[in-house]
């Protein structure tokens, strides 16, 4: 494998753990590490991979699910703020119009004025819930008979 392919690879491994974490609070150093790279070698190479920085991919995502919640959850805005991983209203709702080109009030008006009806905020969280049981332990099982 090349260098080139190499550092493409850690980005997208970082990139899929991004996707997969974005409610979570991150950082550049917590995704350099699990690019296996420093802080600026990952943000440069993020950016040349994605065309945008990693935190500018991070509030994009999170706004893209806030989107989604807004237009299916009886949630309220600032449940969605806070579900998708923003902790300030007040910078939530500025990225969010400044990515939609609304507010999410607005964008939740529009976005329901035709759709079905919201799923209930409590059956959503009851949904996205991890299940008593379900986390896999770092050990591997234990093979049978012993």
């Not at 991919?57 to 309220?76: C, G, K, P, V």
């Not at 939740?108 to 035709?114: L, Q, Y």
Request: hydrophobic fraction near 35%; aromatic fraction near 8%.
């Amino acid at each position: 494998m090349t260098d080139r392919a190499a550092v493409v690879a850690q980005v997208r491994r970082a990139k899929d753990w991004m996707d997969a974490h974005y409610a979570e609070p991150l950082d550049v150093g917590a995704l350099a590490a699990v690019a296996c790279c420093s802080r600026y070698h990952f943000s440069r190479s993020f950016a040349a991979a994605y065309g945008e920085s990693p935190k500018a991919y991070l509030t994009r995502r999170r706004i893209e699910r806030a989107q989604d919640l807004l237009r299916s959850a009886n949630l309220t805005v600032t449940e969605v703020c806070l579900a998708v991983g923003f902790t300030s209203l007040g910078t939530f709702s500025r990225r969010f119009a400044e990515i939609t080109g609304q507010t999410p009030s607005e964008y939740r008006a529009r976005a329901r004025s035709d759709g079905p009806p919201p799923v209930p905020g409590c059956y959503l969280m009851m949904w996205t819930r991890p299940a008593p049981g379900s986390a896999h332990s770092e050990k591997p099982p234990e093979p049978p008979g012993q």
